[in-house]
């Protein structure tokens, strides 16, 4: 294991910062390469479970994006099934994240 900003991960893990908007859209950093994880501080969304943050972000939470909230650390893992969509950019995995939060906003009254 190594530790990443306070975060326990195992170490084959390797994951980058990505931010989310107050409306709940991931977006993962442009600037970088894809990965298969990233990690989202959502410290002032101020959830009190992990039930809560799964259903905030359940238009995310969907077959080619897993997602694993880590509460006592304010973050959430986000790991794009890379293998499923083997060709897409960072562009067309953040345009896919926008297109299915703008169709299923979060069913949640959590704001920053």
């Known amino acids: 294991m190594i530790a990443l900003a306070f975060l326990m991960i195992p170490a084959h893990v390797i994951a980058q910062s990505a931010s989310v908007s107050d409306a709940g859209v991931i977006m993962l950093p442009n600037d970088q390469p894809l990965i298969d994880a990233y990690t989202i501080d959502i410290s002032s969304f101020n959830f009190a479970s992990t039930d809560e943050v799964l259903t905030f972000f359940k238009a995310a939470n969907i077959q080619d994006v897993a997602m694993r909230p880590l509460l006592d650390n304010d973050v959430l893992m986000v790991y794009p099934q890379i ?8 562009q067309e995995w953040n345009q896919y994240l926008f297109t299915r939060q703008a169709n299923n906003t979060p069913h949640s009254d959590h704001t920053k």
Request: no cysteine.
């Open 83 to 90: 293998k499923r969509q083997p060709d897409w950019t960072v």
